[in-house]
């Protein structure tokens, strides 16, 4: 989900039936990502490419777009 608009990887993670979600400020500022459209997703705590069961939670961080 790395490199992704916030938003399509919540998406796209839920298409998957993943839906224990966090999300996280990348920057340790704590801001909401109140708008995931202007965020794109930065890192994640499970490792790309790995089957998790469907209710293991997965925070993705993510930086203000253009920040």
Not at 20 to 46: F, H, I, S, Y
Not at 54 to 59: A, F, K, Q, R
Request: charged share 25%.
């Amino acid at each position: 989900m790395v490199g992704l608009v916030h938003q399509t990887a919540q998406d796209t993670m839920q298409a998957a039936g993943l839906y224990r979600l966090k999300e996280e400020d990348a920057t340790g500022q704590g801001r909401l990502l109140v708008v995931d459209r202007n965020w794109t997703t930065t890192a994640q705590n499970v490792e790309a490419g790995k089957e998790v069961p469907c209710d293991t939670e997965i925070v993705l961080a993510a930086r203000k777009t253009g920040e």
